[in-house]
């Protein structure tokens, strides 16, 4: 096959593009340039997209004797990941910006230039595994549960998976460290990069604010009804939060206070203690099916958080197609499942789809 390795810069892309050269593909690494303005340093920029990264990835692209092309991506991803990004925040929502990256430019964006570009395929260095079940093509959990992105790819559809390779889903990271430094690649040991790669200095409340500008508001206990204090924006919150709240705590009675809902619509925040925190039932939109669309209700796994414990629940498709819906019981609560976040659902190691939180709460609170 004719395969596009996105090449990142870092140590598990550089392997991903060796290890398909080695399976015997045609190989071409593609850096993306996301960022119209891509930090010069790595040490002012916390994730994946500096020019040093783009040169990082020339470096191996020479190494395994490969063409390695740049394509800008800046448009794309500005319009479908930033400004969704913002958006989600501006409505008191929190979304996540990896999911949406791998659904519309990794998967969408990138693949259809490589499709029209007469490649078969696109190779990333994501820790997943796919699969050939009696189905098609299925997306599996990697061998390295540490490093497992399974989550941050729930969001792929049964075409996008017939065209990915996901080639380091059977080893565990230190061993694609140590590959790495056998074939000399230099950056073996360069750090992971981590948080929102567009956000270079990790402080996404105060870039928010820099889009948005401060909107103050106010902090309501959820238990007294009582305005108990102030922020900046209520875009600046999410559910789940405890840190970063500014509250003085010599009026409440001494229990944490979260975050347990942002109303947007009137600029307010509300917290509470823990025990109003927790929500075992979840409704869910923008629908995605890692395969065949299910329907009906089944037994499955759900998870919440990237690197989140995948809990038991019952998962209930109402609706078709883009119409689709998923109502999850959870069998136990997990505190912070917070709307615009990812529920992704599992069948032991297969990902069978994921859906858009839309609301989560207490059984009785939610339901009807």
């Known amino acids: ?6 090449m990142s810069g870092g140590v598990d892309s550089a392997v991903a593009a060796s290890r ?46 490969i ?6 991506m800046a448009t794309p991803f500005a319009r479908d990941v930033v400004e969704d990004f913002v958006a989600e925040y ?3 929502r929190t979304p996540n910006p990896c999911l949406r990256c791998n659904e519309k430019i990794k998967f969408a964006a990138l ?11 696109v190779a990333t260095g994501h820790y997943a595994q796919v699969v050939d079940g009696p189905r098609g093509r299925e997306l599996h959990r990697a061998v390295d549960t540490a490093k497992d992105q399974s989550y941050v790819l729930g969001v792929l559809d049964e075409e996008q998976l017939a065209r990915a390779f ?47 500008g401060e909107q103050e508001g106010e902090i309501v206990d959820e238990g007294s009804g009582e305005v108990v204090g102030g922020h900046r924006g209520a ?31 009137t600029n307010r925040v509300f917290i509470g203690t823990a025990d109003l925190l927790g929500a075992d039932l979840i409704e869910a939109d923008h629908v995605r099916w890692c395969g065949p669309a299910a329907s009906g209700r089944h037994r499955l796994g759900a998870q ?54 839309a609301r989560a709460g207490r059984s009785a609170a939610v339901a009807g």
Request: proline content about 3%.
């Open 1 to 6: 096959m004719r395969v596009v390795a996105a």
């Open 20 to 65: 398909m050269i080695e399976a015997g593909h045609e190989v071409v690494g593609v850096h993306l340039a996301l960022a119209k303005e891509a930090k010069t340093l790595r040490e002012g920029a916390r994730g994946c997209c500096t020019i040093e990264d783009a040169g990082d990835a020339r470096r191996v692209a020479d190494r395994l004797g």
């Open 67 to 72: 063409p390695f092309y740049v394509w800008d």
């Open 90 to 92: 501006e409505v008191g």
């Open 111 to 121: 693949l259809d230039k490589a499709l029209a570009l007469g490649f078969d395929a």
């Open 166 to 212: 996901f080639p380091l889903g059977d080893t565990t990271k230190p061993q694609i460290r140590e590959e790495a430094a056998e074939h000399g690649f230099a950056v073996a040991k360069k750090p992971d990069s981590h948080d929102i790669c567009f956000i270079s200095d990790g402080d996404t409340r105060g870039w928010l604010t820099r889009r948005l």
């Open 235 to 265: 875009y600046g919150f999410t559910v789940g939060q405890r840190r970063g709240l500014g509250l003085d705590r010599s009026g409440l009675d001494g229990e944490p206070r979260y975050v347990t809902r942002v109303d947007a619509s």
């Open 304 to 357: 919440i958080r990237a690197h989140g414990e995948e809990i038991p629940a019952t998962a209930e498709v109402l609706g078709e197609g883009g119409d689709a819906r998923l109502v999850v019981r959870l069998d136990t609560a997990v505190r912070g499942a917070a709307p615009g976040q990812s529920i992704v659902l599992y069948d032991g190691t297969r990902v069978v789809g994921s859906g858009t939180i």
